[in-house]
Antibody
Framework: EVLLVESGGGLVQPGGSLRLSCAAS????????MNWVRQAPGKGLEWLSY????????YYADSVKGRFTISRDNAKNSVFLQMDSLRAEDTALYYC??????????????WGQGTPVTVSS | EIVLTQSPDFQSVTPKENVTITCRAS??????LYWYQQKPQQSPKLLSK???HSFSGVPSRFSGSGFGTDFTLTINSLEAEDAATYYC?????????FGQGTKVEIK
């Protein structure tokens, strides 16, 4: 069974930092690209970042570019999101999401349960 | 950035009715449009792509169609357990984007 378990969320002051982790199991982690998606309270889904299997290719949403850094450790089956210069509008539930590419088509197939981040003084 | 616009934003439906949700992309995305179902306090669940692909474990009453810029999710004979918010998502190009969501309520 594919499992993605996020951790590291919490309450942080504006301007502060947090590092989210996502532990993967039930599949060959090093063969899959990973993403982070967030959902603000009562709002829709917002894609944040993508990392390729080798970490050579990385993309960010404009809303987090320059403040958030995605990384992965294939030996530890984990993907991370370093969040710096946090703002109130970063308050959300953060999901770790696997990307599946059986052919030229790719989709986000498995989601974790999310870890909550609250940015407030 | 590709903008996805869903309609309607909200729909109140009687069980056994059919439901149609549309998603329009601001530019052509081929067939790279997916639908997710999110129930309260749960993570999104992959539901459907276009008519050429179905996902295991998803009831056959859910079906997707469309290509290019116009897409549709159809729920045939709605069941009470289908009360949820539905999102379309494009994986044609980065940055990935989602529609704003359509909340389906059961009357």
């Amino acid at each position: 069974e594919v499992l993605l378990v996020e951790s590291g969320g919490g309450l942080v002051q504006p301007g502060g930092s947090l590092r989210l982790s996502c532990a993967a199991s039930g599949f060959t982690f090093s063969s899959y690209e990973m993403n982070w998606v967030r959902q603000a309270p009562g709002k829709g889904l917002e894609w944040l970042s993508y990392i390729s299997t080798s970490s050579k290719t990385i993309y960010y949403a404009d809303s987090v570019k320059g403040r958030f850094t995605i990384s992965r450790d294939n030996a530890k089956n984990s993907v991370f999101l370093q969040m710096d210069s946090l703002r109130a509008e970063d308050t959300a539930l953060y999901y770790c999401v696997r990307r599946f590419c059986p052919s030229t088509d790719c989709w986000l197939d498995h989601w974790g349960q999310g870890t909550p981040v609250t940015v407030s003084s | 950035e590709i903008v996805l616009t869903q309609s309607p934003d909200f729909q109140s439906v009687t069980p056994k009715e059919n439901v149609t949700i549309t998603c329009r992309a601001s530019q052509s995305i081929g067939g790279s449009l997916y639908w997710y179902q999110q129930k309260p306090q749960q993570s999104p669940k992959l539901l459907s792509k276009n008519a050429s692909h179905s996902f295991s474990g998803v009831p056959s009453r859910f079906s997707g169609s469309g290509f290019g810029t116009d897409f549709t999710l159809t729920i045939n004979s709605l069941e009470a357990e289908d009360a949820a918010t539905y999102y379309c998502h494009q994986s044609s190009s980065f940055p990935y984007t989602f529609g704003q969501g359509t909340k389906v309520e059961i009357k």
